[in-house]
């Protein structure tokens, strides 16, 4: 079932946009290649497209009721000075994104947080050092800066641990 959050925050939402809104966003070669998909498969990629959006936040305020079925509405938001009601047209257009994104990237979800490999050593045991974002010289590149870029200032950014270090190890052990 494909469901469009109006901003009253409906219970069975799954999409923040509709498949024309996203059909206005687009442009050029993005678009073309959104109108060559099926009804069905447009809607799925803006119901992924949402759930990225939606899940890789630590959104400011509150959701608005606890039985939304998404993150948005939101209550205590604003935005520069501003406050902000229903969805805001900075989540509409991230969404349209990450539809994008949908139909291009491989994965949308990644198991490793997007992080580069610094090092690998396999020696009996495999460890795996990642790199974090926040440690590189631009501070705000990730796999999915235009997201992150649309959205500033709806979201809370987090702060290194308090020894200062971000970077995360994995060990494997093999039988």
């Known amino acids: 079932m494909f469901e469009v959050e109006n901003g009253t925050g409906l219970p069975d939402a799954n ?4 498949i024309e809104y996203v059909e206005k966003y687009l442009m050029g070669n993005r678009l073309a290649q959104f109108t060559e998909l099926e009804e069905e498969e447009k809607q799925t990629a803006i ?3 949402t759930q990225l959006v939606d899940i890789s936040y630590k959104w400011k305020g ?3 009721s606890l039985e939304q079925g998404l993150n948005w509405p939101r209550t205590d938001v604003e935005l520069q000075g501003f406050p902000v009601n229903g969805i805001p047209s900075a989540v ?5 994104e990450a539809v994008w994104l ?3 990237e491989e994965s949308l979800f990644s198991n490793e947080n997007n992080r580069e490999v610094a090092r690998e050593r396999v020696e009996g045991a495999v460890d795996v050092t990642y790199v974090n974002p926040k440690d590189r010289i631009n501070n705000n ?4 800066e235009i997201l992150d870029l649309i959205l500033r200032g709806l979201y809370e950014i987090e702060e290194p641990n308090a020894s200062g270090s971000s970077i995360g190890t994995a060990s494997v052990e093999r039988a």
Do not use: E, L, P, Q
Not at 92 to 96: G, H, Q
Not at 141 to 144: A, I, Q, S
């Open 62 to 64: 509150y959701r608005k």
């Open 92 to 96: 509409k257009k991230a969404a349209c």
């Open 15 to 18: 999409a923040y946009v509709d």
């Open 102 to 104: 949908y139909m291009t």
């Open 47 to 49: 119901i992924n497209g």
């Open 141 to 144: 590149v990730t796999r999915f």
